[in-house]
């Protein structure tokens, strides 16, 4: 009932919503504006090597068995003048090299969703793009498209209640994606579309005033929010192989 069939273009919410689609087999966007997706984007744009990790795992311990460097945090990141979830922290100094990158909700996602058809990373950045890459593999594969804002998390620890908070800055960024898609969309892609449709002359403004954009900028990553706000800077679209992303080529 709940699966948005028969429709070709859907959209799902979080951690849930992703397993849902993985045991569709669906193709999969992952959608997570602030930040990880916008930085992985970033990163391969500069021809970085990313692995996403969950945050339940030993990451460290992963990185040093793949011999990669483990992304620190914002802050801790800032001090050592090394990359991290930040996007603007990528640059041409990290071409070539390796980093493992955890994140409670893109990577998360990611992990969820490793075994689909094909796993692609979109952003309000890549948005054009990443759509064209959909559209031309769900051809080829004859799968449905579910793309998956991912959300954020309540961080006080009430576990007995729903942790997903809906985040606006990732259904814009989904909606931003289905609007390039072709197929049939869902009810439930139609409202998303319709969202972006009604803000894209000011994604800018409300992904700066919305409640994660605050919580970035009082952090001192207001950078950050304006990078993440741009529509369709890159053509570079990431897509999961084996167990890193690389930039997706015709």
Same mark, same amino acid.
């Given at each position: 009932? !709940?699966?948005?069939? #028969? ?9 849930? $919503? =992703? ?5 569709? $087999? ?11 997706? %916008? ?17 339940? @795992?030993?990451?460290?311990?992963? =990185? ?25 922290? !990528? ?12 994140? @409670? ?25 990443? =759509? ?10 004859? =799968? ?11 961080? +006080? $620890? ?7 908070? #809906?985040?606006?800055?990732?259904? @814009? ?9 072709? $197929?049939?969309?869902? #009810? ?12 894209? %002359? ?28 741009? @529509? ?9 192989? +084996?167990?890193? !992303?690389?930039? !997706?080529?015709?």
């Amino acid at each position: 009932m !709940f699966d948005q069939s #028969p429709y070709t273009c859907r959209v799902e919410w979080g951690r849930r $919503g =992703a397993r849902e689609a993985a045991n569709r $087999g669906d193709i999969v966007i992952i959608v997570d504006v602030l930040s990880f997706s %916008s930085t992985v984007v970033t990163a391969l744009n500069y021809d970085a090597v990313i692995f996403p990790y969950p945050p339940s @795992l030993d990451g460290k311990d992963y =990185a040093q068995r793949i011999n990669a460097e483990y992304i620190l945090g914002r802050a801790e990141a800032a001090k050592a003048g090394k990359p991290t979830l930040s996007p603007v922290s !990528f640059n041409e100094e990290h071409t070539n090299k390796k980093y493992v990158l955890t994140s @409670l909700n893109g990577a998360f996602c990611t992990w969820i969703t490793s075994k689909v058809p094909a796993l692609l990373i979109g952003s309000l950045l890549n948005a054009s793009s990443v =759509a064209a890459v959909a559209n031309q593999l769900r051809l080829q594969k004859n =799968a449905s498209i579910t793309v998956i804002p991912c959300g954020e998390l309540w961080s +006080d $620890g009430k576990e007995e209640e729903d942790t997903l908070r #809906p985040a606006i800055e990732d259904y @814009l960024g989904a909606g931003a994606i289905l609007s390039y898609l072709e $197929g049939k969309k869902s #009810p439930e892609a139609e409202v998303c579309m319709g969202a972006f449709y009604h803000a894209e %002359s000011r994604l800018d403004e409300l992904i700066w005033d919305c409640g994660s954009g605050r919580e970035l900028r009082e952090k001192g990553f207001g950078a950050d929010v304006l990078h993440c706000s741009q @529509l369709n800077t890159y053509q570079t679209v990431p897509v999961l192989r +084996d167990n890193h !992303f690389v930039r !997706f080529n015709q």
